[in-house]
T-cell receptor, first 113, second 119 residues
Framework: GDSVTQMEGPVTLSEEAFLTINCTYT??????LFWYVQYPGEGLQLLLK?????DKGSNKGFEATYRKETTSFHLEKGSVQVSDSAVYFC????????????FGAGTRLFVKA | GAVVSQHPSWVICKSGTSVKIECRSL??????MFWYRQFPKQSLMLMAT?????????EQGVEKDKFLINHASLTLSTLTVTSAHPEDSSFYIC???????????????FGPGTRLTVL
């Protein structure tokens, strides 16, 4: 079945550091890919998405490119802020799976001032 | 994006009681909805999927008689945890998808979650 694998955390960075959180997926169809963010005590918020190969999703300085050849959707940000501290979930959704969203395990990010 | 509300946002109950959690889509009609549970520091685990007017489809290992789901309308779904026990304590999150008729049809819109604590 479909699955998502993302790098284990926690990831601890200093403010203004470069962030990469790796995410790879397996899917039988042609999924859409997502990054969700969960701030402490809150529900999930969509951060960005890409619906087809080579699409780049971007939001709030975060970017991720849908790489079909490497089945990857790595999340990047050039300069993190303390307010970016949260848990980040990579996910996919596939029509053949009835649009169920499959989540990765989540990566906790701590940004120090 | 669409707005989804959940009520209550947190609830504490005694062991053996039942708890109902409501999930509403506020600005669009949802054809499919999902219920997830999330244990501390873990990912979301899908519990069940339901379409309006149909019975819910439960994931393997989820007891349908314990977690009753009612997708009453295109804007409301409820999850009732029956005879709750401490091991049911968790963060429950609902989500809607609008289906193929919406531009973002394969995107889910999540509620803020309900934290259930069973004493």
């Amino acid at each position: 079945g479909d699955s998502v694998t993302q790098m284990e955390g926690p990831v601890t960075l200093s403010e203004e550091a470069f962030l990469t959180i790796n995410c790879t997926y397996t899917a039988t169809g042609y999924p859409s890919l997502f990054w969700y963010v969960q701030y402490p005590g809150e529900g999930l918020q969509l951060l960005l998405k890409a619906t087809k190969a080579d699409d780049k999703g971007s939001n709030k300085g975060f970017e991720a490119t849908y790489r079909k050849e490497t089945t990857s959707f790595h999340l990047e940000k050039g300069s993190v802020q303390v307010s970016d501290s949260a848990v980040y979930f990579c996910a996919l959704s596939d029509r053949t799976g009835g649009f169920k969203t499959i989540f990765g395990a989540g990566t906790r990010l701590f940004v120090k001032a | 994006g669409a707005v989804v509300s959940q009520h209550p946002s947190w609830v504490i109950c005694k062991s053996g009681t039942s708890v109902k959690i409501e999930c509403r889509s506020l600005d669009f009609q949802a054809t499919t909805m999902f219920w997830y549970r999330q244990f501390p520091k873990q990912s979301l685990m899908l519990m069940a999927t339901s379409n309006e007017g149909s019975k819910a489809t439960y994931e393997q290992g989820v007891e349908k008689d314990k977690f009753l789901i009612n997708h009453a309308s295109l804007t409301l779904s409820t999850l009732t945890v029956t005879s709750a026990h401490p091991e049911d304590s968790s963060f429950y999150i609902c989500s809607f998808t609008g289906g193929p008729s919406l531009p973002s049809y394969n995107e889910q819109f999540f509620g803020p979650g309900t934290r259930l604590t069973v004493l």
